[in-house]
């Protein structure tokens, strides 16, 4: 007789659970601060969030127009004018009954934001650059360029005068005349030191032109020495940066700075 097949009995197979992460999961949210998070918050304390979520710098010779939005400034100019209110105060200076110091809060906030820190809070100049059609190659002057400062220690005004040299080469980029005044002012509309200013002028200029050699001498007055301190009205403060060629090469460097002492 034929013999009966028994059915094959099926082990049971444990299905394990395989939990499919998709790339957009699997990124570590970053947090956004709502709107609702900034109410209420002084707009100060709201640009310096998002500066800092950046890990940026801002101190007080830096740019931070990146992190200002449209309309900010305004706002802006409003609570610097709120906390200068209460310096005036604090200083006990009558500003109910005296006329001149009415308004005197608003107008030094304005000041501030919109002309002498300016160049912390708006973008960089733009600037044209023309190709070197003529391949020039020779000693180029700029200056004196007058700069409008402040030093970050006192804030106090540093006025003075720039002049730039520039070697360009066959291939570096020309810009225009009035936009070496327009980047130097950039660079000075912040509360800085002098040393820095300069060195932070010539990089910007190596970079846009990329010329052979650059040099600039900065001649000013420290108002943190001449109103205050030593009270010395005619001390003055003198420094130069060379780049390049005006480093390497000794001729060039007093053709330069002899070119500067007939001005």
Same mark, same amino acid.
């Given at each position: 007789?034929?013999?009966?097949?028994?059915?094959?009995? #099926? %082990? +049971? =197979? $444990? !299905? @394990?659970?395989? /939990?499919?992460?998709?790339?957009?999961?699997? #990124? %570590? +949210? =970053? $947090? !956004? @601060?709502?709107? /609702?998070?900034?109410?209420?918050?002084?707009?100060?304390?709201?640009?310096?969030?998002?500066?800092?979520?950046?890990?940026?710098?801002?101190?007080?010779?830096?740019?931070?127009?990146?992190?200002?939005?449209?309309?900010?400034?305004?706002?802006?100019?409003?609570?610097?004018?709120?906390?200068?209110?209460?310096?005036?105060?604090?200083?006990?200076?009558?500003?109910?009954?005296?006329?001149?110091?009415?308004?005197?809060?608003?107008?030094?906030?304005?000041?501030?934001?919109?002309?002498?820190?300016?160049?912390?809070?708006?973008?960089?100049?733009?600037?044209?650059?023309?190709?070197?059609?003529?391949?020039?190659?020779?000693?180029?002057?700029?200056?004196?360029?007058?700069?409008?400062?402040?030093?970050?220690?006192?804030?106090?005004?540093?006025?003075?005068?720039?002049?730039?040299?520039?070697?360009?080469?066959?291939?570096?980029?020309?810009?225009?005349?009035?936009?070496?005044?327009?980047?130097?002012?950039?660079?000075?509309?912040?509360?800085?030191?002098?040393?820095?200013?300069?060195?932070?002028?010539?990089?910007?200029?190596?970079?846009?032109?990329?010329?052979?050699?650059?040099?600039?001498?900065?001649?000013?007055?420290?108002?943190?020495?001449?109103?205050?301190?030593?009270?010395?009205?005619?001390?003055?403060?003198?420094?130069?940066?060379?780049?390049?060629?005006?480093?390497?090469?000794?001729?060039?460097?007093?053709?330069?700075?002899?070119?500067?002492?007939?001005?």
């Amino acid at each position: 007789m034929p013999t009966k097949k028994l059915p094959l009995k #099926k %082990t +049971p =197979t $444990k !299905k @394990v659970a395989t /939990k499919v992460v998709s790339k957009t999961a699997a #990124k %570590t +949210p =970053t $947090k !956004k @601060v709502s709107k /609702k998070e900034d109410a209420g918050l002084p707009l100060s304390v709201v640009i310096r969030r998002r500066i800092e979520a950046q890990k940026a710098r801002f101190h007080a010779n830096d740019n931070i127009a990146a992190f200002i939005r449209p309309g900010e400034l305004e706002g802006l100019v409003d609570e610097v004018a709120e906390k200068m209110q209460a310096v005036l105060e604090s200083l006990v200076i009558d500003t109910q009954s005296d006329h001149n110091t009415k308004n005197t809060s608003q107008r030094v906030a304005k000041m501030y934001v919109q002309e002498v820190f300016n160049g912390r809070y708006v973008v960089q100049p733009t600037l044209t650059k023309f190709p070197n059609v003529s391949r020039l190659n020779e000693l180029m002057i700029v200056g004196p360029i007058t700069i409008r400062s402040a030093c970050s220690h006192h804030l106090c005004p540093i006025m003075g005068r720039i002049w730039i040299g520039v070697l360009p080469s066959k291939e570096s980029a020309l810009i225009g005349l009035s936009k070496y005044s327009r980047l130097t002012e950039w660079v000075m509309c912040r509360p800085q030191i002098q040393e820095e200013a300069v060195v932070e002028l010539a990089d910007m200029l190596e970079k846009k032109i990329k010329p052979i050699g650059v040099a600039i001498v900065m001649d000013a007055d420290h108002f943190c020495m001449q109103w205050r301190g030593v009270k010395d009205r005619d001390s003055k403060m003198v420094n130069s940066v060379m780049r390049g060629a005006f480093l390497k090469d000794p001729n060039l460097r007093r053709e330069f700075l002899s070119l500067l002492e007939k001005r």
